[in-house]
């Protein structure tokens, strides 16, 4: 099974409100990614977030890690209608290098 | 703008046939990997190539599917025979492991779609 599950499957808000969007996964992890994919498209990387880092920024994107819990979140301030795509979590687990496991999504949409 | 490209955009062929799918990964990562994306299955990641060298391709159906990197601006997936099931987007992602020899950030390309009829 994958290792990341996102929560909700999909997201409906209107444009100029926040979006959040978790991301629980199974094993230990040297890190945790959020990758956007519009439709039709390639993944682009957002963010990453270490597995001893708690919180981070980037513009209007702020991600937080709970290692306890084995769950993040991606919080998306002011949103845009450009903002509409999938989101995706994926984990680089803590025995890998390189290998990402990717949870299932969630299609984001922002109506104007 | 650095990019990973991916040849061609989009491929429909008939169950049986073989099909070639090309990338090019950024110039000066030495990591390539292929995903294929499926409603069903999400992204899966089917192999992984360093230095050109394939490392991991235990995602992939060795019956059927090959992965190369000839050179270092060239990396091929190819399916001999196709099937209707092989109907999905592969992408093609490159990256540079970092001091700890992680490949923490892949770029991806904008895939191909594959429809076998």
């Known amino acids: 099974s994958q290792q990341g599950e996102e929560d909700p499957q999909a997201l409906s808000i209107q444009e100029g409100e926040n979006a959040t969007m978790n991301c629980s996964y199974k094993t230990s992890i040297n890190n945790l990614q959020w990758y956007r994919q519009n439709s039709g498209r390639g993944l682009v990387h957002l963010i990453l977030i270490r597995s001893n880092e708690r919180e981070k920024h980037s513009g209007r994107l702020r991600v937080t890690l709970d290692t306890s819990k084995k769950s993040s979140s991606l919080l998306i301030t002011a949103s845009r209608a450009a903002d509409t795509a999938s989101y995706f979590c994926?984990?680089?687990?803590?025995?890998?290098?390189?290998?990402?496991?990717f949870g299932s999504g969630t299609r984001l949409l922002v109506r104007p | 703008d650095a990019r990973v490209t991916q040849t061609p955009r989009h491929k429909v062929t008939e169950m049986g046939q073989e099909v070639t799918m090309r990338c090019q990964p950024i110039?000066?990562?030495?990591?390539v990997f292929w995903y294929r994306q499926t409603m069903m299955q999400g992204l899966e990641l089917l192999a992984y190539f360093r230095n050109r060298a394939p490392l991991d391709d235990s995602g992939m159906p060795k019956d059927r599917f090959s992965a190369e990197m000839p050179d270092a601006t060239l990396a091929t997936l190819k399916i001999q025979p196709s099937e209707p099931r092989d109907s999905a987007v592969y992408f093609c992602?490159?990256?540079?492991?970092?001091?700890?020899?992680?490949?923490?950030?892949?770029?991806f390309g904008p895939g191909t779609r594959l429809t076998v009829l």
């Open positions: 110039l000066g990562h030495n990591t």
């Open positions: 994926a984990t680089l687990r803590g025995d890998s290098s390189y290998k990402l496991i």
């Open positions: 992602a490159s990256g540079s492991p970092g001091l700890a020899g992680r490949t923490d950030t892949q770029y």
